[in-house]
Nanobody, 116 residues
Framework: QVQLVESGGGLVQPGGSLRLSCAAS????????MGWYRQAPGKQRELVAE???????NYVDSVKGRFTISRDNAKNTVYLQMNSLKPEDTAVYYCNIVPAGPHDYWGQGTQVTVSS
């Protein structure tokens, strides 16, 4: 089972940018799809971006045009570039395989807070 460590979160003003990183404990080359999920207070965790081993990407409508997911198989790392951040993007962000459910391994996540 791959272990995942997320980093890069923080406090940013609306309109700002952050780049999240997810370091895996082993090779992700053979993992078909990796994704970034987020969970806001009082809400269910949702998948916001995914990337396949072939580089195809998908995004939830609310982040399209603002977020970009990428993966570096050589570094066993998945990234999420977040631009034009909005207060509604505030959440704990997690990376994981796609699909992943509540009984799968989850890292500690990284907090993103968008506020003036």
């Amino acid at each position: 089972q791959v272990q995942l460590v997320e980093s890069g979160g923080g406090l940013v003003q609306p309109g700002g940018s952050l780049r999240l990183s997810c370091a895996a404990s082993r090779s992700i080359f053979s993992i078909n799809a990796m994704g970034w999920y987020r969970q806001a207070p009082g809400k269910q965790r949702e998948l916001v971006a995914e990337i396949t081993s072939g580089g195809s990407t998908n995004y939830v409508d609310s982040v399209k045009g603002r977020f970009t997911i990428s993966r570096d198989n050589a570094k066993n790392t998945v990234y999420l570039q977040m631009n034009s951040l909005k207060p509604e993007d505030t959440a704990v962000y997690y990376c994981n395989i796609v699909p992943a459910g509540p009984h799968d391994y989850w890292g500690q996540g990284t907090q993103v807070t968008v506020s003036s």
